[in-house]
């Protein structure tokens, strides 16, 4: 598409999605990236992507990286304006009260937030002149178990649970980038936790698989990314919650990787259920960047 759509010499900046019924599917964006090709080609014509420009760069013999942001726009709609999908110009307003409106109303075709440019920047690689102002929600969550440090002193990350209408406890995500004391912290809280754990653990037969084990959404599942990766964890009794931050849920779990905000002793674990979250309404991507335009 980009071959067929865009003239021969361009640099555009921009990010390959795959949108679903639902709005962007970050998971079927993963299972894209596959070392057999075979599976990445029947995996294009099951979940189509489609990309997204952001900037224009450079047109023919024309570096634009040394142009501001507010003439490369213009460039960049100019070049692509007869642009059809799968290929798209991402939506810009210099109105606050449009963006705030976007921020709100957009989350329900996958969209994290917006991001702000200033429009007499010029294009600066691997620096962060930009603003990203994303949607932020706390969550009850049940932790589940631990996994160490990876340098081996206290609890690297915790692993979260919710539980759904049928009562069973799902693995939504984990919460980790905790300082050093607050590691060794969590080990001497949960430590006590870890005697007997496994008796009555939602999670048994997860915790007792090997370690290399296929697929699933285990927390001891071997890495897609990284076959060497250690994900064993260590289970935990069923006992404590805590408070956390995440900007989205995708497909039932934290997209990134939930910050802790406190211990809450005055919530069970089975009160930590699904529908304390809040879910965006849906929105098909077409929508959204057709009224962008």
């Known amino acids: 598409a980009l071959r067929q759509q865009l003239p ?14 639902t709005g962007l599917d970050f998971d079927a964006l993963q299972q894209r990236i596959h070392p057999a090709d075979s599976r990445v080609r029947m995996l294009a014509a099951k979940t189509p992507a489609s990309f997204i420009a952001f900037d224009l760069l450079g047109i023919a013999d024309d570096d634009l990286t040394e142009r ?7 460039r960049l709609c ?5 642009v059809r999908p799968p290929i798209h110009v991402t939506p810009a307003t210099n109105s606050i009260d449009e963006a705030r409106d976007w921020f709100e109303r957009f989350e329900g075709a996958g969209l994290d937030g917006v991001v702000a440019k200033q429009v007499e920047q010029t294009y600066q690689p691997d620096k ?3 603003f990203k102002v994303k949607h932020h929600r706390t969550a009850d969550c049940v932790v589940a178990g631990f996994r160490t440090h990876k340098d081996g002193k206290g609890v690297g990350s915790l692993l979260l649970g919710l539980y759904d209408d049928d009562g069973t406890l799902h693995h939504v995500g984990v919460c980790a980038s905790f300082s050093a004391a607050f590691r060794s912290e969590l ?3 949960l430590g006590p936790l870890r005697k007997n754990a496994l008796e009555n653990h939602p999670w048994k037969d997860w915790a007792e698989m090997s370690a290399h084990a296929e697929g699933g959404r285990m927390p001891g599942a ?4 990284n076959a060497q990766k250690d994900l064993s964890w260590d289970p935990v009794r069923i006992e404590r919650v805590i408070e956390v931050e995440f900007d989205q849920l995708q497909s039932g779990r934290f997209r990134r990787v939930a910050r802790f905000i406190r211990w809450r002793p005055d919530r069970t674990p089975e009160s930590c259920t699904y529908a304390q979250l809040d879910v965006a ?10 009224e962008g335009r």
């Open 128 to 130: 962060r002149v930009m």
């Open 68 to 74: 501001p942001f507010s003439e490369r726009r213009t």
């Open 8 to 21: 021969p010499r361009i640099v555009v900046d921009g990010e390959i999605v795959v949108p679903g019924e």
């Open 222 to 225: 071997v890495s897609r990314w």
């Open 187 to 189: 080990a001497e809280t």
């Open 78 to 82: 100019e070049v692509l304006d007869a």
């Open 281 to 290: 309404v849906p929105r098909e991507l077409a929508e959204v960047f057709e």
